[in-house]
């Protein structure tokens, strides 16, 4: 497994991190919040950002958030590279709306297709939607599915940050699987079809997906969904019980040669005052 150090750039930075927190700078806000793979201690405990940050994950009856400025709640815009402009917001479940790690594989996806002439790429468990923007950007023609009706919202709210507006992304609120299964009956196909799956969520309608359960039949449905030449595929998966290699070997087998040889690649964030390397999840993607 190779490990990909995502470092600190304008648009986010790990600054430090113990005691079971992380303390973050997204844009010009800095934040606070709960990781408790965090074991050690913090390398600047006295960093004025520790002391006051503009934003802290409470998780109290009363607030989910403790913020300097009210309207903080509202979240605010930040860029980056690439001209991918995102909401930033504090959520109750103490994510704000981006994955900065995720910026390793949004450079993979930029190069997978430069050279493609509007291929097609679907999105599964799509979120916020950095990757279907960035698709769109490069000249893709995208499918972005989520069973959360306020995530493809704030997905599409992105999109016209970004300057795309509805270009070039279709925004679908379902649940995955049952997607994917229709579209096989359409006889639909994709170029590069990346994938975020949760370890537990619902569907638009209820549906349990679990990670340990669903993922293999969902992959093998997905190689069935490639197109006869594709151009890339990526998984991307956090906090499992499933050691990583295990995903990867599944992935391998389910798609077989359909996307060429897949790495298996350890996602970390290089934090700023220790200058050492924060683990956050894993990826399996074409080379």
């Known amino acids: ?70 309207q903080l709640a509202n979240g605010w815009e930040v860029s980056f590279e690439g001209g991918a402009k995102v909401l930033v917001r504090p959520t109750p479940f103490r994510h704000v709306g981006v994955f900065p790690e995720q910026e ?64 070039g992304i279709r925004w679908m609120v379902d649940d995955v699987q049952k997607f994917v299964k229709r579209e096989l009956r359409r006889g639909a196909t994709y170029d590069l079809i990346i994938m975020d799956p949760p370890v537990f969520g619902r569907g638009a309608k209820g549906e349990v997906w679990r990670l340990e359960e669903h993922l293999g039949p969902l992959l093998t449905d997905i190689a069935s969904l490639l197109s006869p030449n594709p151009i890339g595929f990526c998984l991307n998966f956090y906090a499992t019980s499933l050691y990583p290699e295990a995903v990867a070997r599944l992935t391998q087998e389910a798609l077989g040669d359909r996307t060429g040889d897949l790495g298996l690649y350890s996602l970390c964030l290089g934090e700023s005052e220790s200058g050492k390397a924060l683990p956050t999840g894993y990826c399996v993607r074409s080379e």
Do not use: C
């Not at 002439?117 to 599915?145: C, E, M, R």
């Open 1 to 70: 497994m190779k490990p990909i150090i995502v470092q600190p750039s304008e648009a986010y930075e790990l600054i430090d991190s113990g005691n079971g927190l992380r303390l973050e700078r997204f844009g010009q806000h800095t934040i606070v919040r709960p990781d408790p793979s965090v074991l050690w201690q913090p390398t600047t405990p006295s960093h004025p950002a520790w002391i006051n940050p503009d934003a802290t994950f409470v998780d109290t009856e009363k607030e989910r958030w403790r913020l300097r400025k009210p």
């Open 104 to 167: 390793a594989n949004w450079a993979w996806l930029r190069s997978k297709l430069k050279r493609a002439d509007k291929p097609k790429v679907l999105n599964l468990f799509g979120y916020t939607g950095v990757a279907s923007i960035i698709a769109a950007q490069a000249g893709a023609l995208v499918t972005h599915v989520d069973s959360s009706k306020s995530t493809v919202f704030w997905a599409s709210d992105n999109a016209k940050r970004s300057a795309l507006g509805e270009k």
